[in-house]
T-cell receptor, first 109, second 116 residues
C-alpha cells in the first residue's frame, strides 16, 4: 500500500463550482500535513499546511482527521487559474516529504 | 518566487554517463532535500543534506550521491545513468535544527533530465 493515496482524477468542473479532494495516509506517526499545487511542468508550490483543527485560506479549506488518517481540500468558487495538479503531502518523523501522485483539476469556462 | 534556484534547466545524457545537478537554497535556509519526479508521479525523496552531511535517504541506490557546501548550496550526482533515471529532479530548501528534520520545504524549478 502506498504511503499517501489520492484519487488521480481528472476532475473537470465549471467555473464557480465547489470541488473536494481526498487523501489517505498509512503512517499513523505522521506529524505534518500539507497541500502543494503543481502546474504543468513546474515545481510544486505550497498551497497550505493542514492543521488538526482544520484551516481556511480564502476559497481553500483543509481538514485533517488523524483517527481516520484522512486529509481533504475543498476549493470553493473555482477559478480558471485553479487548474493544476494538487499534491497531498505527509511528513512523518524524519526528513522526507511523502507525496501522493496528485489529483488533476481542470476548471472550464 | 521561492528563491531556490537550480541548474541546468534541461539536460540530455546517454545511458552509462554521469550527471551533476546543482541547487542554491533560499537565503537563510540550511537544509536541502532532493526529489525525483517521474512523469505522472508525485516527487520521491532521494536524500537530504544538513550541515554538509547526508541527513536522511530514500530508497535510491548508491549511484545517487550528493554534496552540500558551506554556503548551503548542494549538488546531486548520478553515476551510470539508466533510462529510468529520466525525470524532473527537484531540490527543496528548508530551515531545520539538527533534530527537527525541517518543516515546510520550498522547491526550485527543477532540472529535467532525459536519458537516451
Amino acid at each position: 500500500r502506498k504511503e499517501v493515496e489520492q484519487d488521480p482524477g481528472p476532475f473537470n468542473v465549471p467555473e464557480g463550482a465547489t470541488v473536494a479532494f481526498n487523501c489517505t495516509y498509512s503512517n499513523s506517526a505522521s506529524q505534518s500535513f500539507f497541500w502543494y499545487r503543481q502546474d504543468c511542468r513546474k515545481e510544486p508550490k505550497l498551497l497550505m499546511s493542514v492543521y488538526s483543527s482544520g484551516n481556511e485560506d480564502g476559497r481553500f479549506t483543509a481538514q485533517l482527521n488523524r483517527a481516520s488518517q484522512y486529509i481533504s481540500l475543498l476549493i470553493r468558487d473555482s477559478k480558471l487559474s485553479d487548474s493544476a495538479t494538487y499534491l497531498c503531502v505527509v511528513k512523518p518523523a524524519g526528513y522526507a516529504l511523502n507525496f501522493g501522485k496528485g489529483t488533476s483539476l481542470l476548471v472550464t469556462p | 518566487e521561492t528563491g531556490v534556484t537550480q541548474s541546468p534547466t534541461h539536460l540530455i545524457k546517454t545511458r552509462g554517463q554521469q550527471v551533476t545537478l546543482r541547487c542554491s537554497s533560499q537565503s537563510g535556509h540550511n537544509t536541502v532535500s532532493w526529489y525525483q519526479q517521474a512523469l505522472g508521479q508525485g516527487p520521491q525523496f532521494i536524500f537530504q543534506y544538513y550541515r554538509e552531511e547526508e541527513n536522511g535517504r530514500g530508497n535510491f541506490p548508491p549511484r545517487f550521491s550528493g554534496l552540500q557546501f558551506p554556503n548551503y548550496s548542494s549538488e546531486l550526482n548520478v553515476n551510470a545513468l539508466e533510462l529510468d533515471d529520466s525525470a524532473l529532479y527537484l531540490c527543496a530548501s528548508s530551515l531545520a535544527g539538527v533534530t527537527s528534520g525541517g518543516q515546510v520545504q520550498f522547491f526550485g524549478p527543477g532540472t529535467r533530465l532525459t536519458v537516451l
